[in-house]
């Protein structure tokens, strides 16, 4: 009986320990400084410290989410954020990697509502008949396209997505267009200044860059065949997206297009214990994550622990079920 008696102590005792915040002090690689993800860094700061003031989550410019990936793989970093396009090409050891990335595990989705975008010039559009990305190859339009930066997901997504819909770099060679590499702030420029016709990239809507060519310039949004988001979503792990009729100065209609999203990913490496802190604080406190940015309102504790890209860490598993986030 006393032996009885002790063991249910103790189990109680560890119960208890669980469901207690734990001090943790991490590293989170992110993006750039100054960037969204930088500002997501500051918010799962915050979070931690509303449960334990002495934990610290320190974060760490890098690349963007490969540069990331490259870190985790290599325990070189506690947390990364990670798009989930990413994720799937690392877990299929598919370029930039040299072989499969197999022991990241997910702490919660932060967001999924980054979708692609396709502008098009109005005149160009409206000559050619271009409704649709699907329209471009056929069309015989010289059309010169802004796609981001080698190392961005987005520009590999908007690659792939247009030589889905008939238009690849041969093609659109042939018709006298061209590919120009810049980032989402310089596109909007080039529109600006007709260096280019067309503007890709998978962010925000209304965010900074494509408001800057949807006020700058006469766009048109392209639509994307169902055939393309299916065939993407399948190689990227990304989910399809509605953009709202009326996002932008001439769009008429609801544009069916997918979406990026980001997670904050660790490794096996981590305890239970400190991915289980991590996890609580996290949904707990999820309103300190979304006070960093209005883009970051729509996030949930039910969105937290919505991907299917990545196993959850054990740790961070385990307060999800017990929160009932998670069957």
Not at 79 to 102: K, M, N, R, Y
Not at 195 to 224: C, K, P, Q, W, Y
Not at 274 to 291: F, K, W
Request: no cysteine; glycine share 12%.
């Amino acid at each position: 009986m006393k032996l009885k008696t002790l063991g249910f102590a103790v189990g109680m005792m560890l119960s208890a320990t669980a469901g207690q915040a734990q001090s943790v002090d991490l590293t989170l690689s992110g993006g750039n400084p100054g960037g969204l993800w930088s500002l997501l860094g500051a918010g799962l700061d915050r979070a931690v410290k509303v449960d334990d003031d002495t934990s610290v989550i320190t974060y760490q410019a890098t690349g963007g989410g490969f540069a990331n990936i490259g870190l985790l793989a290599a325990n070189s970093t506690d947390l990364g954020l990670v798009h989930d396009a990413e994720i799937a090409l690392a877990l299929a050891g598919q370029e930039p990697f040299s072989a499969p990335v197999t022991n990241m595990m997910a702490i919660g989705y932060m967001y999924n509502w980054a979708p692609m975008h396709f502008f098009l010039d109005s005149d160009m559009a409206e000559e050619y008949g271009i409704t649709s990305i699907a329209d471009i190859a056929a069309s015989g339009a010289s059309v010169t396209i802004g796609i981001n930066r080698s190392g961005n997901i987005t520009g590999d997504v908007a690659l792939f997505m247009l030589a889905q819909a008939g238009l690849d770099e041969a093609t659109l060679e042939a018709n006298g267009g061209s590919f120009v590499r810049a980032g989402a702030n310089e596109q909007g420029d080039l529109m600006q200044d007709g260096r280019i016709d067309m503007a890709t990239n998978g962010i925000f809507i209304g965010h900074s860059s494509f408001r800057a060519i949807d006020e700058n310039t006469d766009v048109v949004l392209l639509d994307i065949p169902a055939d393309v988001i299916a065939a993407t979503n399948e190689a990227f792990g990304t989910s399809s997206y509605v953009i709202p009729a009326g996002s932008y100065s001439n769009q008429g209609a609801d544009v069916n297009t997918m979406a990026l999203g980001a997670m904050l990913v660790t490794t096996d490496a981590m305890s239970d214990e400190v991915a289980a802190s991590l996890a609580r604080s996290l949904y707990t406190n999820v309103d300190e994550v979304r006070a960093v940015h209005g883009a970051m309102a729509q996030l949930t504790p039910e969105l937290l622990v919505s991907q299917t890209v990545l196993p959850f860490h054990p740790g961070a598993e385990a307060v999800y079920r017990e929160a009932g986030l998670l069957e």
